[in-house]
């Protein structure tokens, strides 16, 4: 059959097998920190995203109740009905 199975441990044994354990750890870690690094990022932009929304909110029920004229365009998208 002159197939050679892989001897995983004892391969590993040597100093090229310690470096590219080594190596992959090492890479692994640097994707985690980019992870962590993206997630950090993207929760902040949501945050400041749903803070946005919720003065555009707030600023747009003040105005709403604030108007006299009861033909705003605000006030009609308001009150039609789907």
Same mark, same amino acid.
Request: with cysteine.
């Given at each position: 059959?002159?197939? !050679?199975?892989?001897?995983?441990?004892?391969? +590993?044994?040597?100093?090229?097998?310690?470096? /590219?354990?080594?190596?992959?750890?090492?890479?692994? %870690?640097? !994707?985690?920190?980019?992870?962590?690094?993206?997630?950090?990022?993207? /929760?902040?932009?949501?945050?400041?995203?749903?803070?946005?929304?919720?003065? +555009? &909110?707030?600023?747009? +029920?003040?105005? %709403?109740?604030?108007?006299?004229? &009861?033909?705003?365009? %605000?006030?009609?998208?308001?009150?039609?009905?789907?």
């Amino acid at each position: 059959m002159g197939t !050679q199975k892989p001897r995983f441990a004892t391969d +590993l044994l040597s100093k090229s097998g310690h470096d /590219a354990i080594v190596a992959v750890n090492e890479a692994e %870690i640097r !994707q985690l920190e980019l992870m962590r690094t993206y997630v950090a990022r993207r /929760a902040k932009i949501e945050s400041d995203y749903a803070s946005s929304l919720s003065k +555009l &909110n707030v600023s747009v +029920l003040h105005s %709403i109740s604030g108007e006299t004229d &009861n033909s705003s365009n %605000i006030r009609k998208v308001r009150d039609c009905p789907l």
